[in-house]
């Protein structure tokens, strides 16, 4: 004969339902007003420091930040209490962004200054994919993340050698053009060589002599390769990720938590794993 819940037990999955069930009319119901108030905390901060707006109701600001703030806590504390496993939820990268989202206001409380990083609160956007099961997007979010990790050792290599241009590159621009330029040190000019070869060019230091404008040219002209490079790497292995991958399929769904995002040759469900059906 099995124990009776505890009225713990039947909050904690009352909880978890509304929370982490998108599926479910209260869990999206919940997730939509979550977004709302994401936005409008973004909102806020941003009109916090506009200068004219925040000299009359900077007060008011702060206390609707205070409220969304102890609204955001209490949502996460609830996350971690309703799960089996807290540690996974609070390692997971939506853990570490939900509790991103809330320390910037409680560590204004000794530095103000860090009140304006609640800004990272947009990252909470990114659930707004979860609720919406759209397949076509799943598949697409999907195939970019396979392709950003089949990639990233390549790109890491890539801005290996960038780094080491942009030093040798700082370092010769030093001993050309020197303090008469603006080249008043090695780091001076590895921050031109970095801002040169990104090509956004501030154009608070540039080069004087005939030598100096001609390496500066060339660095330019690596610019433009060197943005091309990273993109082409990712969009060969974005590429290579469809041919891998069949179109989303939305005759296999999931008799468990009824998502439809599922490959042609998918055999477990993707978003609980419970086996698909073969037809």
């Given amino acids: 004969m099995t124990k009776n819940k505890s009225k713990y037990e039947i909050f904690r999955e009352r909880v978890k339902i509304i929370l982490y069930g998108t599926n479910t009319v209260l869990g999206r119901m919940f997730d939509l007003v979550l977004l709302g108030l ?11 420091t506009v200068e004219s707006i925040s000299y009359k109701y900077h007060s008011y600001l702060l206390i609707c ?8 806590t209490i949502e996460y504390l609830l996350r971690v209490i309703s799960i089996q496993k807290p540690i996974k939820y609070i390692f997971s990268f939506y853990g570490i962004i939900d509790l991103l989202a809330i320390l910037p206001m409680y560590l204004s409380i000794f530095f103000p200054a860090t009140s304006v990083l609640t800004m ?26 396979e392709a950003l990790e089949a990639s990233k050792e390549k ?5 290996y050698f960038v780094s080491i241009s942009a030093v040798i590159i700082g370092a010769m621009m030093y001993v050309v053009e020197g303090k008469e330029s603006g ?24 080069p004087a002599t005939p030598l100096g404008q001609f390496l500066a040219s060339l660095v330019m002209i690596m610019g433009y390769g060197i943005i091309a490079v990273p993109t082409g ?3 060969a292995e974005f590429a290579k990720s469809s041919l891998r991958n069949n179109s989303v399929s939305t005759k296999k769904t999931c008799k ?24």
């Fill in 65 to 72: 930040e205070w409220i969304i703030t102890i609204f955001f």
């Fill in 120 to 145: 990272i609160r947009v990252l909470r956007f990114l659930r707004l994919f979860k609720i919406l099961h759209i397949p076509q997007i799943s598949h697409q979010s999907f195939q970019l993340k």
């Fill in 183 to 206: 080249f008043t040190s090695i780091p001076v000019g590895i921050y031109w060589a970095i801002v040169t070869l990104t090509t956004v060019g501030y154009g608070d230091i540039s």
């Fill in 256 to 279: 468990k938590c009824n998502s439809q995002v599922h490959f042609d040759s998918a055999k477990y469900c993707y978003e609980c794993g419970t086996e698909l059906p073969n037809n």
């Fill in 155 to 159: 790109i890491l290599v890539f801005i």
């Fill in 38 to 48: 994401i936005l409008l905390s973004v909102l806020l901060v941003m009109l916090d």
């Fill in 233 to 235: 790497i990712v969009t």
